[in-house]
């Protein structure tokens, strides 16, 4: 039919359901879950059991699960969401003292981090039963806030994901880590707190001269929903229509995807919107 089809991976999270202790946790999966035979892997922050990235025979773990991926499905490539610390709340003490880092603990996660992407990086492009098959990233869309430490950063004042996941993605697109970063930039034209032509205008200068293509990840799951303010509410399809315009007329971004598919499948406008401006 056409379709490219890309796995989409969360590369640590074990449990999404919540669990007050941890034996819980653990209790709830299977014998030949690798977190069961080794549970000192894992993190439990939230009453959720998370891999902890620190430990490098994790990192190993999630390279050789990308790696079968890659070798035994015919997919075009791999996509990793979001999620790497869920926060800096995450109980990787020991870890950190036994790892000898001389790093401080936030450059030392961050280091963790960068390690994972390289191997899995390595994984895909060394496995790929598909010609072309690509590794890419969707962060969360704010790098950095620019400000007196972040000078680079963008214009923005919301959620960094570099200090609140540790995932510093832009050293991914610097030293070709990945194939394509597509980051959610799931606020409107206009945004108080993170403008999305802001945030399209300053993603396209992060991979501007290098080999890594930018795709702009837009909240097609806000259309329709008061929560998120008037301009989703009454006229989502809209602004989507004007963020996709926008997009066409900056230089190196590659294209746009929309979270999620069921908000296109089930909305004849956003589809014939979308449909006219892919042709």
Known sequence: RGISVVAWVNPL????????????????????????????????????????????????????????????????GVLFDDYFYPSAQFDDAAVYQASGSNLPLAD??????????QAVNTAVHQNAMQTGCRFGISPSG??????????????????????????????WIKNGWIDYICPQIYWQIGDTAADFQTLANWWSHQVRGTDVQLVLGLA??????????????????????????LAAG????DGCALFSYQNLRGNDTLFQTVQERWK
């Not at 950095?144 to 050293?171: K, M, P, Q």
């Open 13 to 76: 999270r074990v449990t999404l359901k919540a669990f007050q202790t941890r034996e819980q946790a653990l209790a709830s999966l299977s014998a030949s879950s690798p977190a069961s035979q080794h549970p000192e892997y894992c993190a439990f922050p939230g009453g959720r059991l998370w891999l902890d990235p620190g430990y490098p025979e994790v990192r190993e773990l999630v390279a050789e699960g990308i790696a079968e991926i890659a070798r035994d499905y015919p997919v075009d």
């Open 108 to 117: 030392w996660r961050r280091d963790n981090v960068n390690q994972l992407v």
């Open 142 to 171: 704010i790098w950095r806030n620019r400000g007196a430490i972040a000078f680079t950063g963008s214009a923005t004042h919301g959620s960094e994901h570099y200090s609140s996941s540790y995932a510093d993605s832009v050293t």
């Open 220 to 245: 097609a799951y806000k259309i329709g929903d008061s929560q998120y303010g008037d301009v989703w509410a009454n006229d989502g399809c809209g602004e989507i229509g004007r963020q996709l315009d």
């Open 250 to 253: 900056i230089q190196d971004i």
